[in-house]
């Protein structure tokens, strides 16, 4: 998630298998879901986007989130 959020494009590495529902917390479920949408539109995905502050998630975690990202190894970790 962390990845998406430094750099979008990494969100088409994310193997289509990959489902809201099969993340361990259900926040970054939702999170996921909200990624997916706005890629869809092809919308920015970032911590002020209102999709993601829906899902009632502070933009403190969010950020947390995004600073452990590492969009470099995200197909790697997508498939853990």
């Known amino acids: ?14 193997p289509a298998s990959l489902k809201p529902e099969l993340f361990y917390l259900p926040s970054h479920g939702c999170i996921f879901a909200a ?21 009632d998630i502070a933009t403190s975690t969010l950020i947390d989130i995004q600073e452990q990202g590492m969009p470099e190894s ?4 997508a498939d853990l």
């Open 35 to 55: 990624m997916l949408s706005l890629s869809e539109r092809q919308a920015p995905i970032d911590v002020d986007r209102a999709e993601l502050r829906q899902q």
């Open 1 to 14: 998630l962390g990845g998406i959020l430094l750099d979008n494009r990494t969100i088409l590495d994310v």
């Open 74 to 77: 995200i197909g790697y970790h």
